[in-house]
């Protein structure tokens, strides 16, 4: 997938690229770590040898009823109409998409996933013993991983957890990552608040203060 396609297409350039379940902006994301290139010469030629040439790859897609939601879908089956590959959109609301997902009755799912501001969101949703794990997704690397981070005893057995569950999504990758979706947040000016370059600033709620206005004397 061209992932900048689909972040400046169907996110108007209000989003970031996606390869795993860790947001880039992420304090333990490793600034190393292996991203998905776009190549779409490659992607022809593993579809080309993983089927026959009168074989054509047909499968439905689950979107919920949202605009974002449909433009994404619509970028990722232009992108995979070039390859030969044809992705039908159904459009699905999102509680019939948990219920078919849990009972496996879907071919894909297009949907989006809190994963912040801390890695429990992705134990719940990634590990293959997790009630919130309605797909059934994942497998033993990525449990491993993930009971890695969940144990971590410092910081840097922590990194070196995050590390280990990127390298995990990306060397078996239960689902395609797609894009980081960016928020705007609108604060009132009654509080005053220190924000963090990079940070999401409804992460620091605990430290905002109301701002000491001078009452003003009504009038009869």
């Not at 990758?173 to 009132?188: C, E, K, N, T, Y």
Request: a negative charge; charged letters at 25%.
């Amino acid at each position: 997938m061209d992932r900048a396609t689909v972040v400046h297409s169907a996110l108007r350039d209000n989003g970031i690229p996606s390869s795993g379940p860790i947001s880039p902006r992420h304090w333990a994301f490793p600034p190393d770590a292996q991203q998905f290139d776009f190549d779409a010469r490659q992607a022809a030629g593993l579809l080309a040898r993983g089927r026959r040439k009168s074989d054509g790859i047909h499968f439905t897609c689950l979107v919920p009823p949202d605009s974002i939601d449909e433009r994404i879908a619509l970028e990722v089956k232009r992108e995979l109409a070039v390859l030969g590959v044809d992705m039908a959109v159904e459009e699905a609301s999102r509680d019939e998409i948990v219920t078919r997902a849990a009972n496996q009755r879907y071919e894909a799912v297009m949907t989006e996933v809190i994963s912040g501001p801390t890695l429990f969101r992705q134990y719940l949703v990634w590990h293959t013993k997790s009630p919130s794990n309605w797909g059934h997704f994942g497998n033993a690397t990525i449990d491993g991983s993930l009971d890695e981070v969940r144990q971590a005893p410092d910081e840097a057995a922590y990194r070196t957890a995050a590390a280990h569950l990127q390298r995990a999504f990306m060397d078996d990758p239960p689902a395609i990552f797609l894009a980081w979706s960016v928020r705007a947040r609108a604060i009132s000016k009654r509080f005053a608040v220190e924000a963090e370059e990079g940070r999401d600033v409804l992460s620091t709620i605990r430290l905002w203060k109301p701002v000491n206005i001078e009452p003003r004397a009504s009038h009869n």
